[in-house]
């Protein structure tokens, strides 16, 4: 984020007439806050349903399904609690490499494709994966050109995927909240019962249960979506003992009418929130707090582009909070509404953010719809409902000009103004695929701009302005990292490779590489995409003076 001093804000407080906020909500926070993390996480797995293509609550009613093929299996209550978290949370690492995925598919030909094979044989998995990679309704020899040319990258990059979804998902479920129990099984995520999995270290029974009860469940629930309850009997059964475990897949076609049984016509939320094993995990505080932020870099690893953003209007619009004397509980809630307003994002093609040209209507209609999607996800939510109107109106404007409800001023809270403001700004200092980002000043400049138009709120702009030339002093590096290597690891968040980090540094790409290596093995991981989850996590992915690399998940 760009750095405003107090000097340049009150320079253009006065230049463009704004006042300071002068309202003082005298609600306190509650120091006794709790809610159920499972409400926080079904919620993160409605936005993994919009990130993989797959239909919404999929991921609901896989779970519904793996709790009832655990009590017919009799499990005991830990495992029981263990898959119902590992259900919800399968593809929780969805995002990791999106952009790079963006290259080499079409929109939803993953979904079409491969997904329906995913647990299927090897040449099942292969003849889908280059269905995927061709673009549909092009001539037969445009097809196998495209193939000729993606397929090698595909495979490449195939187990480093898969290691970073692993890896991905692992962190996500730390900052949740969740055991180390329900952590370590995103090692076994990609494994199979027949040992032909990712990366094969393991088979049979090596396989935890609640992993081998959620491969089971959530293919039987996107099959009966493909193709019908029968349908997905016969999958399940054809892939017994080769994907699955046949004693698990058994349970399921031997019981599929009770197993598979959905209300075609309602909402699976509060099922899925009741069947949740006896020893109900609770978040309170800070833990809220992370696990919100969590899901806001979540969204932000769609892209390159948006690594850090999320946290960094959560920061920027908090501090502003403060200087508009906002209450304590008023605060939270403002940045909690932060850590929130891209989730919906998501759901928008990689493509079209990664997009260097104008948008086409079509695109930008898709984008104006990504606060609707934030709301939908959040609305599910008792606890989460309450941020819901904040944080989708992160780009309403106060002429009725915005999206997605085009909402007049009258209809638009001092809260909601906040982040509107707090999100253009940040928004503005960031690089984006078709600009370079602006200067602080250019920024507090343009945000004037818009409060004398009346699109924005003059006294939440003034706020934002003030707030921007206030930054936290450096603290010591996370994980050991020396400055070098926190530097480094920003600059990989970036989407930089190891001879562009060179390049900037000023070093060799050998020794580039070094601190790479060293910084990955003091903060555990081996993906690019985990080293940005942990970067964006512990404030490392801040962007300075240089713009992202235009060639960056490109190469």
């Given amino acids: 984020m760009g750095i405003c001093c107090d000097r340049t804000a009150r320079h253009f407080l006065l230049k463009s007439g704004l006042g300071y906020c002068r309202r003082v909500p005298n609600e306190a926070a509650s120091d006794a806050e709790q809610v159920r993390a499972a409400e926080v996480i079904a919620a993160l797995c409605l936005a993994t349903d919009l990130g993989m293509g797959l239909p919404f609550e999929h991921g609901l009613h896989s779970t519904l399904f793996a709790m009832r093929l655990c009590e017919r299996l009799g499990v005991d209550s830990e495992t029981a609690s263990q898959t119902y978290y590992a259900c919800l949370l399968l593809y929780a690492g969805c995002t990791a490499d999106a952009e790079i995925a963006a290259e080499l598919f079409d929109e939803g030909a993953l979904a079409t494709h491969f997904t329906p094979v995913m647990f299927g044989s090897r040449a099942e998995m292969m003849a889908g994966m280059m ?5 549909p309704g092009s001539a037969p020899a445009v097809r196998t050109l495209q193939i000729a040319r993606r397929l090698p990258r595909a495979v490449r990059g195939h187990q480093r995927h898969v290691a970073a979804l692993c890896e991905v998902a692992q962190m996500l479920t730390d900052r949740l909240g969740l055991p180390a129990s329900v952590r370590a099984l995103f090692v076994h995520l990609t494994e199979r019962w027949d040992g032909k999995g990712e990366p094969g270290r393991v088979k049979g029974d090596e396989i ?4 081998r009860i959620a491969h089971v469940a959530r293919d039987a629930a996107f099959q009966q979506v493909v193709g019908g309850k029968d349908f997905a009997v016969s999958v399940v059964h054809e892939r017994a003992g080769h994907a699955f475990d046949p004693v698990i897949a058994g349970r399921l076609t031997d019981e599929a009418a009770e197993i598979l049984a959905l209300d075609a016509d309602a909402s699976a939320w509060d099922e899925t929130l009741d069947c949740e094993p006896s020893r109900r995990l609770t978040l309170e505080g800070e833990a809220i707090d992370g696990a919100l932020a969590a899901m806001g870099d979540f969204a932000d690893l769609v892209s390159p582009y948006f690594v850090g953003h999320s946290a960094g209007v959560a920061e920027l619009t908090m501090a502003a909070a403060a200087r508009c004397r906002f209450g304590a509980a008023d605060q939270v809630m403002i940045r909690r509404a932060a850590f929130l307003h891209d989730v919906g994002r998501v759901a928008v093609p990689v493509r079209i953010w990664q997009k260097p040209a104008p948008l086409t209507p079509d695109e930008w209609e898709r984008v104006r719809l990504h606060a609707y999607h934030t709301e939908r996800v959040l609305t599910h939510s008792p606890f989460l409902a309450g941020l819901a109107s904040i944080a989708s109106s992160h780009h309403e404007r106060l002429d009725g000009s915005g999206y997605h409800r085009g909402a007049p001023a009258g209809a638009l809270s001092l809260p ?5 403001a707090g999100d253009a700004y940040h928004a ?3 690089p984006r695929p078709h600009r ?11 945000l004037s701009e818009e409060a004398r138009a009346g699109r924005l709120d003059a006294d939440a702009v003034a706020a934002v302005i003030e707030a921007a030339g206030h930054r936290a002093p450096r603290i010591k590096r996370p994980g050991g990292l020396t400055e070098r290597e926190a530097e480094v690891v920003g600059l990989l968040a970036r989407g ?9 540094l000023g070093i060799s790409a050998k020794t580039a590489d070094r601190h790479i290596q060293n910084a ?4 555990g991981v081996s993906t690019r995409a985990a080293a940005t989850l942990f970067a964006m996590e512990h404030g490392l992915a801040v962007w300075g003076e240089l713009p992202i690399a235009r060639d960056a998940g490109r190469s």
């Fill in 208 to 211: 935890p249960l609640p992993v």
């Fill in 520 to 523: 990955y093995a003091k903060i």
């Fill in 436 to 446: 370079e980002p602006l200067s602080a000043g250019q920024a507090a400049e343009t």
């Fill in 131 to 135: 269905r995927a990679l061709a673009t």
């Fill in 428 to 430: 503005m200092t960031e």
């Fill in 496 to 504: 930089l490779q190891t001879k562009q980090v060179a390049r900037v």
């Fill in 416 to 420: 909601a103004r906040l982040l509107a």
